[in-house]
């Protein structure tokens, strides 16, 4: 085997596919989508809606109806005076949202209240108006019940719970869970999605120079296994070629939006004092931008299964690209690909919420699991090193044996024409090669 000739294939593959136009665009339009989804984001969340909803109360008991005013003015209008099927007018006639009866009953007992309503405002204006209503309830009850004001509060106080992590280091540090297991999940996605893509690469090429009869010429002047594995580093190379630009401007994009958004809500800032004397001095920098730092290990080993990941499964895309004289054709050979990617895929969302759980740790201990479930686990949970060591080096052992089998299939593949090869024609490629 001459590295040489690997270098040659790894630069011809590489070359050809980053100058294509296709990789551009892709390599462009990413974060260009990256920072047109941010955008809506922000949007979203600064977005005022100027859609206003009228609930009518009719309050047979008088006094719940102001409380619930105190609540929300805009919202909650007075129309005890009026009957019931006036009421059901004013929602066929759109001129309220809806609205409800509130009687003694309700306050003295357990019944639930009814909003007559026309549909509008969704889930949110549902869920809003239920927590106003059971929290006026809950005031009225407590009032008839004559309990001290100091009780009142003890009912209305929200124990919150703050937690950090302490590791076994004894360090102790702030705890982002939520923030890390998103990061997790983006991990194991980003992953899958790349498998998927860049073994479609290798694939693809290899079907489309088969139907070329280019890789006749090829193969005339270098081996197949070296011809194997500089498919895979050139493809490889293009990967991280890739992913170094989105990754680069990511954190630029992040390096600016912060001041960009402090900057921004300085001016607004300054307008509200202008207008109202009594606002805010100092704005606070919305969630979504203040991000926590991700640790270095965590980037690393990002890096680390996302390769093993591509390394294994590359070469199984290669030998099926191998054996198919179409795309069409390799829909019966992919299911041995896909089944576990996509089962390690669907295990990953469990792992999401139970990174610790059996099913999680055994599962991300596989090899053909590993890439998407071990990341995943060790941005949201504290892995054990050995439990690291152990998947990395059944991937590589597995890299190795896969690596073996396919190198054999794309031996006799490569120059086998007129039809699509069967499980059995790939087993006697095994065989006799």
Known sequence: MSWRQIFLVLKR???????????????ILVPVGFV???????FINVWESDVSFEIGIKDETGQIVESLREINQQRYVDLSHIEIDSLRTLVQQEEITGYITITDENISTDRNLELI????????????????VREVIREERLKRAEVSEEIQQIYDTNIGLDSRRLTRAGDE?????????????????????????????????VIEEKTNRIIEVIASSVKPIELLIGKMGGVGALAITQFS??????FGLIAISGPLAMTFMDQQTTQMQSEMPGAAA???????????????????????????????????FAAVGSAADSETDTQQLMLPITAPIMIAYIIMFHTWRSPDSLLSVVSSIIPFFSPILMITRIAITEVPFWQISLSIVLMLMTFAVTM????????????????TAGFKDLAKWIKRS
């Open 173 to 205: 540090s702030d705890d982002d869970t939520l923030f890390l297991s998103m990061v997790g999940m983006a991990m194991g996605i980003i992953i899958f999605i790349a498998i998927f893509s860049y073994g479609g690469y290798i694939m693809r090429g």
């Open 13 to 27: 593959e590489y070359i050809t596919r980053v100058k294509s136009k296709g990789f551009i665009w892709a390599t």
């Open 36 to 42: 047109a989804f941010m955008g809506i984001v922000i």
């Open 404 to 419: 073996w089998l396919s190198a054999k299939i794309y031996k006799v593949g490569i120059l086998n024409y007129g039809s």
């Open 282 to 316: 100092q704005p606070e920098l919305p969630s979504y931008l203040d991000l926590p730092a991700l640790e270095t290990s965590l980037l690393v080993y990002f890096i680390i299964f996302f390769l093993l990941g591509y390394l294994l499964y590359s070469s199984l």
């Open 245 to 250: 630009i989105w990754i680069l401007a990511l």
């Open 117 to 132: 309503y026309s549909g509008s405002g969704g889930i949110q204006l549902l869920t809003s108006v239920q927590a106003d």
